[in-house]
């Protein structure tokens, strides 16, 4: 299983970008898809995450700024930032829980993309 992100750069403070992360490879079901991100000299924290419910989950930085959906159909999950801050600057890094069929039966296994740089500066 693979997750590819993509969406991020550069944009003026106030400005939106949308990202996406795609999962692709051997997957039954998606359980859980989320959004993490790791500013420098900082660690990584959770931005967002969507369960298979279209439960959501923010960040009390991005709450009311971000927003969190999954297309289902399409295993890909997006990330819509708007009203960006410099302190948004960071890689973002997509991650999802998938269920896979082995031969013993179906189980969830943790991966994590590749990250995406997004920096916000005027």
């Known amino acids: 299983v693979q997750l590819q992100a993509s969406g991020g750069g550069l944009v003026q403070p106030g400005m939106s970008l949308r990202l996406s992360c795609i999962a692709s490879?051997?997957?039954?079901?998606?359980?859980?898809m989320a959004w993490d991100r790791q500013a420098p000299g900082k660690q990584r924290e959770l931005v967002a995450s969507?369960?298979?419910?279209?439960?959501?989950n923010y960040a009390d930085s991005v709450k009311g700024r971000f927003t969190i959906s999954r297309d289902i159909a399409k295993n890909t999950v997006y990330l819509q930032m708007n009203s960006l801050k410099p302190e948004d600057t960071a890689v973002y890094y997509c991650n999802a829980e998938v269920v896979r069929r082995t031969g013993i039966g179906y189980f969830p296994y943790s991966y994590w993309g590749q990250g995406t740089l997004v920096t916000v500066s005027s």
């Open positions: 969507i369960t298979s419910g279209n439960g959501t």
């Open positions: 490879g051997s997957i039954f079901s998606i359980n859980y």
